[in-house]
C-alpha cells in the first residue's frame, strides 16, 4: 500500500477483467467478445475518419451519434448519452444517480463492476440473493421500497438468463421515485428490450454497449437511453469528468455500426443458433447448463470442479472464465464461439472427461 493513496482507494477491490493472453492458436471464450466481425460499413466509415480533421477536437456532444441511435430507437436526442464504453457510463450513474442516504440494490450475483463501483464512490449497497435457478426474483426487490437506485444486467451476467418485460415493469410501478437501470450489455441475444418502457417510465435508464452483438469491444462505445432529466443528469458528470470522452473514429465508427440494422441482426442470430446447438451438445457430455438468452452458457459437471474445467482446457488453449465466487465456484462461463470454435470447445471437453 502506498502512502499517497487516499482511503477510499487503499479500501477498493478493483475490477478484475478476462484474462488476455498473447498465445497463439487461441481460442478466447471468456470475454463475450463477438465472434464475428464488426459491420463493414463501421470499419469503412471509420477508415474514411481518418483524415485531417484528427487534428481537431471531437464534437463533445456527439450529436450526430445521438441522432442516428435515437432514430434508430424511436427516441430524442435529448434522451440519449453516449460514452466510452458503457462501463464509463455505469461509473457515471453511480456517481450522478445513485448516490442517495438510501441504499442501492443490484444482485448477489452478476456484473462485478456493480460492487466496484460502489466501494468507489462510497455508496451503501444491498446484494439481493438470486432464486435457487439462479434467477433474479422482482419480489425480493419490491421488499426493499426504500433504496437509492436498482441496478442489474438483463439478460443477467454470468448467469444469461433473462426477465420479462411485464416484471421489469412492476418493478419500475413500485420503484417510482428512484432510479432503475437496466443494463442491455446483451440484450441482442434473446432478450426483449426495455427501451420501448422510456416513454411511459421516467425513473427507467436503459444502457447499451457496442461491445457484444456490434463486435467494436476494441472501439470502447456504450450509450444510455431514458428520459430527458436522466440523460441531463449524466451529462452534467461527463462534462465535469471529460466534456471530449468520444474521439473522431469512435464516433464515426460506432453511427454506422448501429445504423447497420442488418449486420447486427445477423450475426446475432449466428450466435443464438450456435448457442442452441451448443447447449445439447453440453447436456449429451454430462452438463448442466442454465437458458441462456446470452451470448454465452454458463455451465457446471458434477465431475469437474469449475477450476478443474476451467484449467483443463487452460492447457488445451481454451479460454472460459471462472468465478471463485459463493454460489458460482463450481460453473464456468463459455462464450459462444464460431461453430468451429464450438466444436474444438467440445473435442477438449470430451478429451477431459475421457468420453
Known amino acids: 500500500m502506498s502512502r499517497f493513496w487516499s482511503k477510499a482507494i487503499a479500501q477498493l477491490t478493483p475490477y478484475t477483467p478476462g484474462e488476455q493472453l498473447q498465445i497463439t492458436d487461441l481460442i478466447k471464450l471468456n470475454t463475450n467478445e463477438s465472434p464475428y466481425g464488426p459491420s463493414p460499413k463501421a470499419m469503412a466509415a471509420i477508415q474514411n475518419a481518418c483524415n485531417d480533421s484528427l487534428r481537431l477536437y471531437p464534437p463533445p456532444n456527439s450529436d450526430a451519434l445521438k441522432d442516428t ?13 453516449v460514452g466510452n464504453g458503457s462501463d464509463e457510463i455505469l461509473a457515471h450513474i453511480f456517481l450522478g444517480l ?32 438470486l432464486d435457487e435457478q439462479l434467477q433474479i426474483r422482482i419480489d425480493d426487490y419490491l421488499a426493499h421500497p426504500k433504496n437509492g437506485g436498482i441496478i442489474f444486467p438483463n439478460p443477467n451476467a454470468p448467469t444469461g438468463q433473462g426477465m420479462e418485460l411485464s416484471d ?39 444502457t447499451h454497449s457496442l461491445s457484444k452483438s456490434r463486435a467494436l469491444a476494441g472501439l470502447r462505445v456504450g450509450y444510455a437511453m ?30 454506422a455500426a448501429i445504423a447497420d440494422q442488418v449486420h447486427l441482426k445477423q450475426t446475432s442470430q449466428k450466435v443464438i443458433d450456435s448457442r442452441n446447438k451448443l447447449i445439447p451438445e453440453l ?23 469449475g477450476d478443474e474445467l476451467y484449467q483443463g482446457l487452460r492447457d488445451q488453449k481454451i479460454l472460459v472464465r471462472h468465478f471463485n465466487a459463493p454460489r458460482i465456484h463450481q460453473y464456468v462461463r463459455i462464450t459462444i464461439g464460431t461453430e468451429l470454435q464450438c466444436a474444438d470447445l467440445i473435442r477438449a471437453l470430451k478429451h477431459l472427461l475421457k468420453k
Open 226 to 255: 431514458g428520459n430527458s432529466s436522466l440523460i441531463e443528469g449524466l451529462e452534467r458528470v461527463k462534462n465535469s469528468f471529460n466534456s471530449y470522452p468520444l474521439d473522431r473514429l469512435a464516433q464515426a465508427g460506432a453511427q
Open 98 to 129: 445513485f448516490k442517495h442516504e438510501e441504499p442501492i440494490l443490484f444482485p448477489d450475483i452478476s456484473y462485478t463492476f456493480y460492487p466496484v463501483y460502489a466501494s468507489l464512490y462510497e455508496i451503501e449497497a444491498i446484494r439481493i440473493p
Open 283 to 305: 447436456d449429451a457430455l454430462g452438463f448442466q447448463t442454465l437458458p441462456s438468452q446470452a451470448n454465452f452458457v454458463f455451465t457446471t459437471h458434477p465431475d469437474l470442479s
Open 69 to 81: 441511435i435515437a432514430k434508430v430507437y424511436g427516441l430524442d436526442n435529448s434522451q440519449v448519452f
Open 168 to 206: 421489469i415493469e412492476r418493478l419500475l410501478k413500485a420503484n417510482a421515485n428512484s432510479v432503475v437501470v437496466i443494463d442491455e450489455a446483451y440484450v441482442d441475444f434473446g432478450t426483449e428490450s426495455c427501451v420501448s418502457l422510456i416513454n411511459r417510465y421516467d425513473n427507467l435508464l436503459v
